[in-house]
């Protein structure tokens, strides 16, 4: 299996949908533009969103073990995927690439 890297590319925030449709919360997503989580074998990284692990979870797993070119060249760099986590009111996007490891060629 392949490790993977989930790079935090981008954070949006939608503050006239939380206004009119969420309920106040004490604690929302701290994950930061730029901030990056390694997968070993698949696995949810520590510190992980469970939300956004349940986003992102398959195409991790499917780069972990050697597979990619989702939806067939969607992607330029066919071991690697574009996700957004799916909290509707501040979405993550990040990027998910296999990433090389000592003697082994993604």
Not at 16 to 30: G, V
Not at 49 to 75: H, I, K, P, Q, T
Request: charged share 25%.
């Amino acid at each position: 299996m392949k490790t993977c890297k989930i790079m935090a590319i981008r954070k949006a925030s939608y503050p006239d949908l939380m206004e009119k449709y969420e309920n106040p919360i004490q604690h929302a997503c701290d994950v930061t533009e730029g901030q990056v989580f390694f997968s070993v074998d698949g696995q949810k990284p520590q510190g992980f969103c469970d939300s956004a692990w349940e986003s992102v979870a398959y195409f991790v797993r499917e780069l972990a073990n050697g597979g990619g070119n989702f939806y067939e060249g969607w992607m330029k760099n066919p071991h690697s995927a574009m996700i957004s986590c799916n909290d509707g009111f501040r979405p993550v996007s990040f990027y998910i690439e296999t990433i090389e490891e000592q003697g082994e060629e993604v």
